[in-house]
């Protein structure tokens, strides 16, 4: 029987240490880790710092947790994360006020990356879908996510250039900063025509306390069949309410 090769060894071991994880162990240091997937400390180590570094997994203080890259290939079937469970209620009644569709998400990147999404009536016009991404500047929850990022994202946004994929793309680095402005004042990104077609949305970041962006909550329609201007202060409002919320179950965890 021929011995497996380094590449296998490597791959067996990266699973033992991603089947670390379950509902009952979703963040661990990696002493646990190690002892969970039955390697060394300094192999686990090893693994954890390359898988951190490719976004399988991501460092919270000490500990570790499964990362976005996870949830974006896989969408994590059937194992709804905490701030999409906490969010789901809250979407739900804004989609059943606006009868459009509703969406929660994170930014990776540069991107945003969509991780619920309820739809509405016009969700057949609409490029996102759950798991996948699209640029953060073009989008309304990509510039609210943006409006309160370390600066140091947003210039990794500029330094990547811009692609007008509609009319209403933003295209250069003055008017997006300048909109990220206006974001910061009133807690509201707007978007018409900037990624898809026909589209338009209202979003707000979820904040902690401390007015960092967890996420964002949207709700996007057909223009003209929908206004933004309208449902944006429903969607503010909401997004407050998600925010406290994540707050206190943070609190709750001792994190």
Partial sequence: MSEPTPAVTI???MTAVLGAFSATHPRMGVNEIARRAGLPKSTTSRLVSSLVRHGYLAREGHQVCVGLKLFELGKRAGQPNELRSLALPTMADL?????????LSV????????????????????LSR??????????GAGKA???FSE???VERVIERGFVAYQPGTITNSRALLRELESIRRTGLAYSTAEAGPGVAGAASPIL???SRAVAALSVSGRI??????????????????????SAMSALSRGQ
């Fill in 11 to 13: 791959i067996e071991r």
């Fill in 208 to 210: 902690t306390f401390d």
């Fill in 107 to 126: 930014l990776e990147g540069t991107d945003v990356v969509y991780i619920g999404i309820l739809p509405g009536r016009d969700s057949s016009a609409l």
């Fill in 151 to 153: 600066p140091a994202v």
């Fill in 145 to 147: 996510l943006l409006a």
């Fill in 130 to 139: 759950v798991g996948g991404r699209l640029p953060a500047y073009a989008t």
């Fill in 224 to 245: 003209g069949r929908f206004d933004p201007q309208r449902v944006g202060p429903a969607v503010h409002m909401a997004a407050l309410h998600l925010g406290r919320l």
């Fill in 95 to 103: 989609r059943s006020a606006t009868m459009q569709t509703v969406h």
